[in-house]
């Protein structure tokens, strides 16, 4: 099991910018595809975008692209979120996940405790 701790979390206002980062407790973090996750307040928990091992391919959910970008560092066990040009809409619980397999939206094993993104208009 991987133990997941995000942080980068805050609040901004319509239009900044916030970097997220997650730190994963494994040996071999580049065996595994990681992906970030939201959930907003009274909505399910919905896929944000993936990475796969060595960071070669990407995936991202429609309303992030252009203004999100995932990216990950393996000598760091690292996955970071730049997010842009951030909107309300863009307020939400953001967790990240490791999964074995390189399946954008897909979800596998535990969850961190997630850091709260607030974006003000």
């Known amino acids: 099991q991987v133990l997941l701790v995000e942080s980068g979390g805050g609040l901004v206002q319509t239009g900044g910018s916030l970097r997220l980062s997650c730190v994963a407790s494994?040996?071999?973090?580049?065996?595994?595809?990681m992906s970030w996750f939201r959930r907003a307040p009274g909505k399910e928990r919905e896929f944000v975008a993936a990475?796969?091992?060595?960071?070669?391919?990407?995936y991202y959910e429609d309303s992030v692209k252009g203004r999100f970008t995932i990216s990950r560092d393996n000598a760091k066990n690292t996955v970071y979120l730049q997010m842009n040009s951030l909107k309300p809409e863009d307020t939400a619980v953001h967790y990240c996940?490791?999964?074995?397999?390189?399946?954008?939206?897909?979800?596998?094993?535990?969850w961190g405790q997630g850091t709260q993104v607030t974006v003000s208009s």
């Open positions: 494994t040996r071999t973090f580049s065996s595994y595809a």
């Open positions: 996940n490791a999964n074995p397999g390189y399946m954008p939206g897909r979800a596998l094993g535990s």
């Open positions: 990475i796969s091992y060595s960071g070669g391919r990407t």
